[in-house]
């Protein structure tokens, strides 16, 4: 089995992974993923954020939740923050309702869901500055149509886009701001934005085998990059950026990274090679 990227012809390699515990907070880096039936990372997003109407939200409409840090403890969460004390999850949670705004139907939908309590409440309303609540979702939210499994984004684009940046002057990015569940890493010269024109990866880890990664969509970008993960500051110039790139390559929408769906059971490490499979 290859070891180096010399070995294959359009190569790239696994630079970083990350989970995110709780949908629009702090991502947490990895050694290694495993995939669940969906295709997706286990314990990728399997809480959320509530607000005060029972809808699940996001970081673009509260971007101090990038500063919310959780933990897997057991089947729980530990959530930590810059000058507060931790939180845990409760043992016991109150069985909850929730709604999920749905693209494909254009309307919320409605959601089994746990409530972590009062106590985490307050925790994120101290955090955030408003009344936000933490659930864990069911089975059931997680299989709702178009729930897309894996993001990934490629080392090449993100400095096409650094280098495009606050007039060019090609001050680095923090790759967490495009929330990625794998970070590739090839070769920069004539690879930017290589991963739009994907069919697939070959996973070549040990572990893995020869897992197949299908590249499902690219992915439309909102405002969420704007949102700074180590400070929670908002600069509207990165989506501006983004968008005038994309405009270059494509109509539509803002698109920066892929959706990729994988075999339930693979196991993804940091370092492995994948081969690049054209869509042509």
Partial sequence: MADT????????????????PIKACAGVAVPELVLDARGGAVGD??????????????????????LVQP?????G???????VEPVATPAAMVPRQVRIWSDVHGRHETFAAEDAGDAVAAWLERVTGAPLRLVRLEDAAHARAGNNALHLVFTPSVAAVAARWAAGSGAPIDVRRFRPNI?????????EFVEESLEALAWQGAAAGQARLDITAPCIRCVVPNVDPATARVDETLLDTLAGLSLQRRPGGTAFGVYARGPAGARLRVG????????F
Avoid at 49 to 57: C, L, M, N, Y
Avoid at 183 to 191: K, P, Q, R, T, Y
Avoid at 272 to 279: E, F, K, S, T
């Fill in 45 to 66: 997003r399997g809480w959320a954020i509530v607000d005060a109407g029972g809808a699940v939200t996001w970081l673009g409409s509260y971007p101090r939740l990038a």
């Fill in 272 to 279: 492995d090679v994948a081969r690049m499979l054209p869509a």
């Fill in 71 to 75: 933990a897997l403890a057991g089947a």
């Fill in 183 to 191: 970070v590739l890493s090839l070769a920069e010269d004539g690879n």
């Fill in 77 to 83: 969460l530990v959530l930590r923050a810059p000058a």
């Fill in 5 to 20: 990227l010399a070995d294959f012809d359009l190569a790239c390699r696994a630079a970083a992974l990350y989970v995110y």
